[in-house]
C-alpha cells in the first residue's frame, strides 16, 4: 500500500459516495488506474463495505449509552456464545472484547430511557453469562467516529 492508496482510503472514509471520476482527481490518477487500485483495495479487503452515516436525532434513536459487561466465567465457550448472541441485538452498534475488567465495553443506542431499560432488563442482561452490567450515560459526542488515520 502506497501513499496514493491511503490518500484513495482517506478520501472515501469521508466522501463514500464521492464518483470514480471524481476520486481519481483528487489522488492525481486517470480514472482507469483509479479503479484498478480500488478494486484491488476492494478484494483484498482494506474496504470492507461501504455505508451511510446517519444522524441519530433524525432517526429517534437519541440515549446513547456505554455498557460496561463483566462475565460470570472466563471460560472460551462462554466468551464465544455471548458474543454469538450479541450481534442479534441492534441496539448495541459497536461491541469491544477487552483485557481486564470488565469483559466487554458495548455502545448502545435506543430510543429514549424506557427502551434502553426494557433492552437491559429483557435482553442484555439474559445474555449467557452476565454477572454484572454498568452503564454510563453518552452525554455528547465530542470527537465522532472520524474514520480511521491512514
Known amino acids: 500500500m502506497d501513499a496514493i492508496d491511503r490518500e484513495i482510503l482517506a478520501t472515501l472514509q469521508n ?3 464521492i464518483s470514480a471520476t471524481e476520486l481519481a482527481q483528487r489522488v492525481g490518477l486517470s480514472l482507469s488506474p483509479c479503479h484498478r487500485r480500488l478494486k484491488a483495495l476492494e478484494d483484498a479487503g482494506v474496504i470492507r463495505r461501504y455505508r451511510a452515516e446517519l444522524d441519530p436525532q433524525r432517526v429517534d434513536l437519541t440515549f446513547s449509552t456505554l455498557v460496561s459487561v463483566t462475565l460470570q466465567s472466563v471460560v472460551p465457550g462462554d466468551f464465544l456464545e455471548f458474543e454469538q448472541r450479541l450481534t442479534d441485538l441492534p441496539e448495541v452498534v459497536q461491541a469491544q472484547r477487552l483485557f481486564g475488567n470488565p469483559d466487554y465495553m458495548l455502545h448502545v443506542v435506543c430510543r ?4 434502553f431499560q426494557e433492552l437491559t432488563d429483557t435482553r442484555l442482561s439474559a445474555l449467557p453469562g452476565v454477572q454484572r452490567l454498568d452503564s454510563t450515560l453518552v452525554m455528547k ?4 467516529y472520524r474514520g480511521l488515520p491512514v
Open 141 to 144: 459526542d465530542v470527537v465522532p
Open 15 to 17: 466522501e463514500g459516495r
Open 112 to 115: 429514549d430511557l424506557q427502551a
